[in-house]
């Protein structure tokens, strides 16, 4: 039961901190379409694929002192930094959870804004349609987004680097 929890510990673990609930969520997405194993279910939301699984199992992990959810605000925004604790870091050596060498993925979704993560993943969402049909999901989903056809250009070469990148990484 707690093997998906551990998973995701896992990964968090590897990035040793992520900052917004936004970027977790698309860093599990994204990291799970690169074939990661990572058993979350997404569904489209208002800001891409969003998992209510993952949702709960951070939230459970919270409670369960595994897991640091630090509330900052920021002044017209508040925003979540999330980091794995010893007790955390304790479960994980009971509960074996092989996702992979997920850091260097990890590491460069990490860098990246939570705005362009949400463009990556939407475009990483609707991969089976063509580009021009991507281009309108993204105009039309994510109007309020102001995404430009460069940032989602900028998109489809980070997916093809992150490819490349979890093809050189021992699973």
Known sequence: MLQEHAKVLQLIKQAGEIVGRK???????ITQKLQFELNQRFQFHFFGPYSEELSLEIEELGELGFLQEKLEDKGNYRVYRYRITDKGEDF?????AEVGNVTPIVNKLNRSTARFLELVSTVFYFEQLSRSEVEEKVFTLKAKSNYTTDEISEA????????TLSADCVR
């Open 23 to 29: 970027k977790l969520q698309k860093i599990v997405y």
């Open 156 to 163: 489809y070469r980070w997916i093809e680097q992150l490819k």
């Open 92 to 96: 994980l050596a009971h509960v074996p």
